[in-house]
């Protein structure tokens, strides 16, 4: 969304970017940290991180911030009131008490994909299956780089190719494995294919050992607004037998779903 520079909020801005700064990578910051990674002063950083810590955002031992409990109350509303997760979430549990395995609704973010719903029961089926495992960093509000990602190459592939082509200038595809893609060509040629094929199969891009599959979640006007993934260890199933066997759970869970978004 584009808005008028004199409506746009510089200190809103920064404090936002105060509070992006805090990842997995760095779960504590001081002002020097904290003003490099949201890319503004360190004079601007320690009001911001002070003031998010008097708001109750931030905990401080005097040098150091860390996120508290306080931010989840975004992601709470968020969850309780969008449509996507609630209209998800039936389905998703129903595909993995039917398959033993994990499913998955994410949408993208810029470089990154976002669960936003997952199946509800992964503890009860992972002392069901035997061997099965959980990927890293799969959890509700999970953020994984896109381009390594099933969901992340379904969702780029719904962009009009303008739009892809956007996203891709000046790119730099991280390698999370040895087996990522991330020469800039042969990754244009994965998107094209998944564009054609409606559904993508990424084996061991993202974690080793893992296999991910999955399809576009779209409404009744043909948007596509998320996608619908599953994952397995290679212990489990082989990336055919997945295409083969969970490829049309996923079809048919999307068509049902076409409706509710």
């Known amino acids: 969304m584009t808005i008028?520079?004199?409506d746009f909020i510089e200190g809103m801005a920064k404090g936002m970017?105060?509070?992006e700064s805090f990842d997995t990578e760095r779960q504590r910051l001081n002002a020097t940290l904290a003003a490099a990674r949201a890319g503004i002063t360190r004079a601007a950083a320690?009001?911001?991180?002070?003031?998010?810590?008097?708001l109750g955002y931030l905990e401080t031992d005097g040098s150091y911030y860390w996120l508290s409990s306080k931010v989840l109350r975004f992601s709470g509303s968020y969850l309780a009131s969008s449509r996507l997760p609630r209209a998800l979430q039936p389905t998703l549990n129903r595909l993995a008490l039917q398959t033993q395995e994990s499913f998955?609704?994410?949408?993208?973010d810029a470089d990154e994909v976002v669960m936003v719903a997952r199946s509800g029961n992964d503890s009860a089926l992972a002392l069901a299956a035997?061997?099965?495992v959980i990927a890293y960093g799969l959890h509700m509000g999970a953020r994984l780089p896109a381009h390594a990602t099933s969901t992340g190459r379904v969702l780029l592939a719904a962009k009009t190719k303008g739009d892809f082509n956007a996203w891709m200038k000046g790119r730099t595809l991280a390698r999370m494995t040895s087996l990522?893609?991330?020469d800039p060509k042969q990754f244009r040629a994965l998107i094209e294919q998944v564009r054609k094929d409606d559904f993508c199969l990424t084996s061991e891009e993202h974690e080793p050992g893992v296999h991910a599959l999955a399809v576009p979640l779209r409404n009744t006007q043909g948007v596509t607004l998320a996608a619908l993934?599953?994952?397995a260890s290679q212990s489990r199933i082989s990336p055919l037998a997945m295409q083969r066997d969970l490829l049309p759970l996923l079809l048919e869970a999307a068509r049902e779903l076409r409706p509710l978004l």
């Open 130 to 132: 035997p061997g099965r």
């Open 229 to 231: 993934n599953v994952v």
């Open 4 to 6: 008028a520079k004199a």
């Open 46 to 54: 320690r009001r911001h991180l002070l003031t998010l810590a008097h």
């Open 17 to 19: 970017a105060v509070l």
């Open 180 to 182: 990522t893609t991330t």
């Open 104 to 108: 998955s609704g994410v949408v993208l």
